[in-house]
């Protein structure tokens, strides 16, 4: 969602915090701004805008403060203006914060305040809470009991950073749902909201759990919890560097990522896939393997990308391991009052490991018993940290808003728990080994397809000024049509429909004339035939068919408009290859069509709110 960057320590804070707020730009970005102590007060800059809008103003300043805030913000309560850029004072203009979460109760205690004279100036719930802990600091003359004080009385989701005119000596930063993650370097502290922020500085850092806040000084800090008790950090390393955090020479972190593929693919696999043997290895699940050999049924749940890895995982599971899986989107399953037991297992996909509706659905589950895993890309996240047990994903930071490898990289983790639940039951070696053989060679398959990436820029530029695009797929290719739908409509706007192929003709057949463009996955597989059958229609009706076909399939183009020619591989691993060109047309569609790719309008990376 929105991204917090603080800092205390010996460098200048400006050069620092801009260069913190534009590595988490990508997170939300409609507004930005800092505040660090000057002269006796605060200088505080803030605008609707980019960071590089913030950084024109600010940065010809000479501002020798060396501790400060900032923000970028993704709107919530109020809309992308000036006023309700962060950071946010209160009534002295003496305290600042900045904030991501939503204060749930901020209209009760706004009303309050008013009564007692109080007035705001902006639309936002942050600014009540700055001005309640100001409120609360007139009164008890101690700003460390201010924010304990009134972070005790909010209700909702919080991560923070206060700055205090009056102590330029500390900041103090605190979590309820929403990450903080604290860089520890040599007599400076850097706190963020995402360690994209801190790795060039440091890499030893720790998170911030519910409910915990952190008090920083040059000298040291302290963590306790907001009543007071005091907490121990538990110190991690960064894994990533640098280098997966810049382009690299791509024009976005989107196109990079869709290279990084190849490696991401196999960096999932390592050390788990032991193909010779046909076996897997999954150390993170060491703990629930008596609890895994005996499950009756599976429940994966997710949000976006992540419930479509879900419905492939499905399809796998059950193929292979003959455990009933029911997909659930995370933002229904934790309202519906669901039948849990403890003999379930849920598992909880979540690139981010912050998003709200997943998290809150890992918690919804445990409550009722069951035991609950998590697949996650970020380590040290809240859903990495609050499930029983989980498989790291390992694609490296994700920076583009549109997922992409971190979606192959769920799907690597998804069949490696099929063929490793498969190998407790009925699966042979034998089966288990064609697939973890055929495994290791498709890195070189995704590199070939990724290398004839100019075809499909072609048809993509072609089709990118059209109002609709209709994906089709079936059986463990009708999520990667979900997922080909939803990347062409987050990045370019363009409204897109996925559907099972078979569905067509119940329906969104009525849509289809010469000014449809449907992308149908017709890989060679026991569906194939029919397939066929659903683009005769589609032709009949004058519809344009993109086809994403294998290499070697002689007929398909006498059936498609265009072919995007893939690799052969075995049918159940085809969604690794079919959703490449997928990732590329919508790429390509948004780039022709001028758009923001890495930073489409209205959405944010990590969606820490409901
Ligand atoms: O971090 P998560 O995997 O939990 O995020 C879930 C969705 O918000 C995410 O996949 C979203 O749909 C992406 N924009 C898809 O590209």
Redesign the pocket.
């Known amino acids: 969602m929105c991204g917090i960057i603080g800092y205390i320590g010996h460098r200048r804070a400006l050069p620092l915090l801009l260069n913190g707020l534009k590595r988490l730009e990508y997170r939300g970005y409609d507004s930005a701004g800092i505040a660090v102590p000057h002269g006796h007060g605060l200088y505080i800059a803030k605008r609707a805008g980019t960071v590089a809008q913030l950084a024109a103003m600010v940065d010809s300043l000479d501002l020798p403060a060396t501790m400060g805030i900032g923000h970028t913000r993704w709107a919530t309560h109020g809309e992308p203006s000036d006023r309700n850029a962060h950071p946010h004072t209160d009534a002295s203009r003496r305290i600042a914060i900045v904030h991501n979460g939503i204060i749930e109760n901020y209209a009760t205690l706004k009303a309050k305040l008013q009564q007692d004279g109080y007035t705001f100036h902006s639309d936002t719930d942050t600014e009540v809470l700055a001005v309640f802990i100001g409120a609360l600091y007139e009164q008890y003359g101690d700003l460390e009991l201010a924010v304990r004080a009134a972070l005790s009385e909010v209700r909702g989701t919080f991560g923070l950073v206060v700055l205090s005119a009056d102590h330029p000596d500390i900041l103090i930063a605190a979590r309820r749902g929403s990450p903080i993650v604290i860089g520890i370097g040599d007599g400076e502290y850097i706190v963020a909201s995402d360690a994209t922020a801190i790795v060039e500085y440091t890499r030893s850092v720790f998170y911030l759990t519910d409910d915990e806040m952190a008090l920083l000084t040059r000298s040291g800090c302290q963590t306790k919890t907001i009543d007071d008790i005091p907490t121990s950090a538990q110190l991690l390393e960064l894994e990533f560097d640098l280098e997966r955090i810049e382009k690299g020479g791509f024009p976005h972190f989107m196109l990079k990522e869709i290279h990084e593929q190849p490696q991401t693919f196999w960096d999932a696999c390592r050390g788990r896939l032991l193909a010779l043997e046909g076996n897997i290895k999954l150390g993170g699940l060491r703990s629930v393997e008596d609890t895994l050999r005996r499950a009756r049924r599976l429940i994966l749940t ?5 419930w479509h890895a879900a419905l492939v995982g499905e399809y796998w599971i059950e193929e292979l391991a003959r455990i009933p899986v029911e997909v659930e989107y995370a933002s229904e399953f934790r309202y519906r009052n669901p039948v849990l037991s403890s003999d379930d297992i849920v598992i909880a996909i ?3 490991g ?2 709200a509706d ?1 998290l809150a659905a890992v918690r919804e589950a445990k409550l009722r018993g069951a035991t609950v895993l998590g697949i996650v890309n970020v380590v040290g996240s809240s859903i990495a940290r609050e499930t029983h047990a989980g498989v790291y994903i390992h694609a490296g930071p994700e920076i583009g ?3 992409t490898k ?1 979606f192959t990289s769920q799907l690597v983790v998804l069949m490696l728990l099929a063929l490793y639940l498969g190998r407790m039951r009925h699966l042979s070696a034998t089966q288990a080994r064609e697939i973890a053989e055929e495994m290791l060679r498709l890195p070189d398959k995704m590199r070939s397809i990724l290398e004839r990436s100019q075809s499909i820029h072609s048809i993509a530029c072609q089709y990118a000024h059209a109002q609709h695009f209709l994906y089709l797929g079936r059986g463990v290719n009708f999520p990667i049509a979900l997922e080909g739908a ?2 062409m409509k ?1 990045i370019s706007y363009i409204h897109a429909e996925g559907y099972p192929a078979a569905e067509m003709k119940h329906g969104p057949i009525a849509l289809i004339d010469e000014n449809m463009p449907v992308v149908i996955i017709a890989p060679r597989d026991e569906l194939y035939e029919k397939v066929l059958s659903n683009m005769e229609e589609i032709r009949a009706r004058r519809g344009q068919i993109i086809a994403i076909a294998n290499d070697n399939d002689p007929d398909i183009a006498r059936h498609a408009t265009h072919v995007i020619p893939i690799p052969e591989t075995l049918p159940l691993l085809t969604p690794f290859l079919t959703v490449l060109p997928l990732q590329l047309l919508a790429y390509y569609a948004a780039v022709e069509r001028g758009c923001n790719v890495d930073m489409p309008r209205h ?1 944010a990376k ?2 820490t709110v409901e």
């Open positions: 997710g949000c976006g990308t992540s979540s690139q981010s912050e998003t997943t808003v549109a997922s971190a939803l990347k987050e959405l990590s969606v």
